[in-house]
């Protein structure tokens, strides 16, 4: 396992439900540029940590990567050749709950060209679309 | 110099989500005009023209009502989820005469020194709340940030404003900083560091199974 809370106030979730757009975190607040959701999904850990490897591999320990997912969510699964029954499986993996228009990762401290090369090669790691971001800076 | 840009401006009959949700298709951005102790007025603005607008630097605007014009300064924008379309503009009535209190983007020019040692500069804020005249505001602050070293930060109050501009908010705010990045931890490290499971709020812990003295001392009864 990768990312994951400390702690925790119960160790096992409900699939729950994830309806609309994100109304929070949908624009770039840290670096110059960001990785957009265009889907709706859950993001695991290793997706998470696997988008963090290959933009800093790529960056050569230029710029900065900043994350703006975290997997809070756990995800429990049964055991393979198990009968059903005997209650809720124990937690497997966890996830971030990622709605259209979040934005995942922000680089800055690099050229424009550079982070979209960055960000195109997370953008593959990732289950979802997504789209390359600027900072706003009108208002 | 604050440049001004005509616009002209249908007033809105009704108000609310669905009405604003027609307008749009029209191709026209709902918006609404105050300010100047006067009655709130909504009104429609052309999409393309007010846009326009924006991306070439205007704040000030002269908004035709009917016969009536009126300069105004765009106050907030709303966009839409994916921060790609305005949906919504706040319009403030103000005099030419008037100053007023506007956040206006901060723009950082040259390269920094502290940027050959290996570090990378982080805008933490990217816009200064200023106080000048209608007809004074800035398109955007330009901060140099040549002279920073490693380790060095600028805050608001070390800013030069152009002449007749005032720094309205806290002048300790901190714009932007020159540090060292710290190595990239790699998955192993990750994983290293990464406890096995998280703990669990208000779950006692089992004490280990120890024999209790108690249960050793009693002897049979009777």
């Given at each position: 396992m990768v990312m994951m809370p400390k702690r925790v106030k119960h160790r096992k979730s409900q699939r729950g439900k994830m309806k609309g757009n994100a109304s929070r975190s949908n624009f770039v607040a840290f670096g110059e540029y960001g990785l957009q959701a265009l889907e709706t999904s859950w993001i695991t850990a290793r997706n998470i940590e696997a988008g963090r490897v290959a933009a800093t591999h790529f960056l050569h320990r230029e710029g900065k990567v900043y994350l703006r997912i975290f997997p809070h969510k756990p995800v429990s699964a049964k055991p393979l050749e198990t009968r059903m029954g005997k209650g809720k499986g124990e937690p497997e993996f966890w996830v971030a709950r990622v709605r259209p228009g979040q934005v995942m990762f922000e680089i800055g401290g690099v050229t424009e060209d550079v982070a979209k090369q960055a960000l195109v090669r997370v953008a593959h790691k990732m289950p979802i679309r997504c789209r390359f971001v600027k900072r706003r800076h009108l208002l | 110099m604050e440049k001004s840009l005509l616009l002209k401006a249908e007033i809105r009959e009704h108000t609310g989500s669905k009405s604003a949700a027609k307008v749009r298709k029209q191709g026209r951005i709902p918006a609404i005009v105050y300010g100047h102790k006067k009655e709130p007025v909504a009104i429609s603005l052309d999409v393309r023209n007010l846009v326009e607008g924006l991306h070439h630097g205007h704040r000030l605007m002269d908004v035709q009502i009917g016969k009536k014009r009126q300069k105004m300064i765009v106050k907030d924008l709303q966009y839409d989820y994916l921060g790609k379309d305005i949906i919504h503009v706040d319009l403030m009535r103000v005099d030419v005469t008037e100053t007023v209190k506007v956040t206006v983007p901060i723009e950082l020019k040259g390269t920094a020194k502290g940027t050959q040692e290996g570090g990378i500069i982080a805008e933490h804020t990217d816009h200064v709340e200023i106080e000048c005249k209608v007809t004074d505001i800035p398109e955007t602050i330009v901060v140099s940030v040549k002279d920073?070293?490693?380790?060095?930060?600028?805050?608001?109050?070390?800013?030069?404003?152009?002449?007749?501009?005032?720094?309205?908010?806290?002048?300790?705010?901190?714009?932007?900083?020159?540090?060292?990045?710290?190595?990239?931890?790699?998955?192993?490290?990750?994983?290293?560091?990464?406890?096995?499971?998280?703990?669990?709020?208000?779950?006692?812990?089992e004490p280990e199974e120890q024999p209790s003295e108690e249960e050793g001392k009693r002897g049979p009864v009777g």
């Open positions: - | 920073m070293d490693v380790g060095d930060a600028l805050h608001a109050g070390d800013i030069e404003l152009p002449e007749g501009v005032k720094l309205s908010g806290p002048p300790e705010t901190l714009l932007v900083t020159c540090s060292l990045v710290a190595a990239a931890k790699t998955a192993e490290e990750v994983e290293e560091e990464a406890p096995a499971a998280p703990e669990v709020i208000g779950e006692v812990k």
